[in-house]
C-alpha cells in the first residue's frame, strides 16, 4: 500500500501564493493523481487531476490560478496556488484518480486570511 504525505501548507494573506507537495511511498507513474480538498462542514472535492501523460484539469473554481504537476521520478506531485481566496481555506489531500483510493494521508491545511 503506497503511503502519502502532503507538506507545504499555511496561513497565507488573501492574494498570495503556497506550493504544496505529495510524496509518495512508492512508484506512481502509472496512476492518475489528483488534489482534493475539503473545507469544514463540505465533501471533499476533486479540485486538479494529471493524468499518466501529464494532462491536467481543474475544477472551475480554480482554473487559472492553481497548477498541478508531477515528477514520477521523485513519486511527488505539487500544487502551485495562486491569488488565493478565502474560498480555498481547506485541508488539500493527494491521491489516485480512481477506487480504489490509497490510504488518505494527514492532508496539509491551506488557510487564507482576508
Known amino acids: 500500500q503506497v503511503q502519502l504525505v502532503e507538506s507545504g501548507g499555511g496561513l497565507v494573506q488573501a492574494g498570495g501564493s503556497l506550493i504544496l507537495s505529495c510524496a509518495a511511498s512508492?512508484?506512481?507513474?502509472?496512476?492518475?493523481m489528483g488534489w482534493y480538498r475539503q473545507a469544514p462542514g463540505k465533501q471533499r472535492e476533486l479540485v486538479a487531476a494529471?493524468?499518466?501523460?501529464?494532462?491536467?484539469t481543474y475544477t472551475d473554481s480554480v482554473k487559472g490560478r492553481f497548477t498541478i504537476s508531477r515528477d514520477n521520478a521523485k513519486n511527488t506531485v505539487y500544487l502551485q496556488m495562486n491569488s488565493l481566496n478565502v474560498e480555498d481555506t481547506a485541508a488539500y489531500y493527494c491521491?489516485?484518480?480512481?477506487?480504489?483510493?490509497?490510504?488518505w494521508g494527514q492532508g496539509t491545511q491551506v488557510t487564507v486570511s482576508s
Open positions: 491521491n489516485t484518480l480512481s477506487r480504489p483510493f490509497w490510504d
Open positions: 512508492g512508484s506512481f507513474r502509472f496512476n492518475g
Open positions: 494529471i493524468s499518466t501523460g501529464g494532462r491536467t
